[in-house]
């Protein structure tokens, strides 16, 4: 028996004949194609979808970005793509932490600030930006990010300096914000690093110690409240001076009744009036008596009073009004 280096005995094996060999050469070849094949076309697609674009360089030389979204070629191993997310909001914390299990760790040296007036705050922040040219953002800096946070700390520091302390943790917030955007925005233009800030705020604002904390929480309650009492005087007064208004304007129409009545009543006596004149001139000798007997009779009506109807002068005949009345009256 003849056996090899392996112990196995050598009639155990076979010499393979040409056409097996050419066999599994050509198995192998159309194998490495088929490899070489699947590798040349993954590596020619390439797929930007809604919230990025593409960078495309060739021989590492930038050439152009895809404008929409889908499906798109490359030649393989000379071009190359690189996605970059530009239609999303990214988020950089200075000052505190967030972690996964949700706590927010406030990281000293970033958030501990001098005011205008020699005080110590610590003061938080997150700065919202957007990727707006991805070939700067790629090439530009190396590090475009940290650019804008080291950019965004210094500017921080510049405003929170120029504050006081009250104006930092109360009323003047808004305004400070808008103030540290508009010196980023410089200076992001001048670094032109493909990033544009859209929104930055203050997160948390307040001293280091915890009776100056509470000092100024006192304070923040107190205004608080003498917001809530403005308020409700507020819509006190809206919900009162309709009423008062409304009053008013009955009042006004009430004394307009009664001053055209007035005026009709006077018109109305003065029609009476000359009426009563036009009668008057037709027989003044007449109503001239009747006048002064009715006048008579109404300043004194408990007293009889006669009339002399007599034509001669030896005789009178006396009559007494109250009847010539009551006959006059009732013919």
């Keep these: 028996m003849n056996f090899n280096r392996n112990g196995w005995d050598t009639k155990d094996f076979k010499p393979l004949d040409q056409k097996t060999k050419n066999t599994i050469k050509n198995t192998i070849i159309a194998a490495v194609i088929i490899i070489f094949l699947i590798i040349l076309v993954s590596s020619s697609v390439y797929t930007v979808d809604e919230t990025q674009q593409a960078v495309v360089t060739t021989f590492g030389k930038y050439t152009g970005i895809p404008v929409e979204a889908g499906i798109h070629f490359k030649i393989p191993f000379i071009q190359q793509a690189y996605l970059v997310d530009v239609n999303v909001s990214l988020k950089e914390e200075i000052g505190y932490r967030t972690y996964p299990d949700g706590s927010t760790p406030r990281v000293a040296n970033e958030s501990k600030m001098i005011t205008g007036d020699l005080n110590i705050v610590n003061v938080d922040f997150f700065v919202e930006y957007r990727i707006s040219e991805p070939y700067k953002y790629l090439y530009h800096s190396e590090s475009p990010r940290e650019i804008l946070k080291n950019i965004t700390q210094s500017r921080i520091r510049d405003i929170i300096s120029s504050y006081e302390v009250d104006d930092i943790l109360t009323t003047k917030k808004a305004e400070i914000q808008t103030k540290i ?39 923040e309650t107190a205004k608080q409240d003498r917001q809530t009492a403005k308020n409700q005087a507020e819509a006190y007064r809206n919900a009162n001076i309709p009423k008062a208004q409304a009053e008013a304007d009955q009042l006004l129409r009430n004394a307009e009744y009664l001053k055209q009545n007035r005026i009709n ?37 408990g007293v009889k009073v006669y009339i002399n109807a007599g034509s001669d002068e030896n005789i009178s005949m006396i009559l007494p009004l109250e009847d010539f009345a009551n006959t006059h009256n009732n013919p």
């Design 265 to 301: 009543d006077a018109k109305k006596q003065v029609a009476m009036f000359e009426a009563m004149y036009n009668q008057y001139i037709l027989n003044p000798n007449i109503n001239r008596q009747r006048m002064y007997y009715e006048m008579i009779e109404q300043v004194l009506p």
């Design 181 to 219: 955007k508009d010196l980023i925005d410089i200076e992001l233009i001048a670094y032109d690093i493909g990033l544009d800030l859209t929104g930055i705020k203050i997160q948390d604002a307040e001293p280091p110690t915890p009776e100056v904390i509470a000092a100024f929480k006192s304070v």
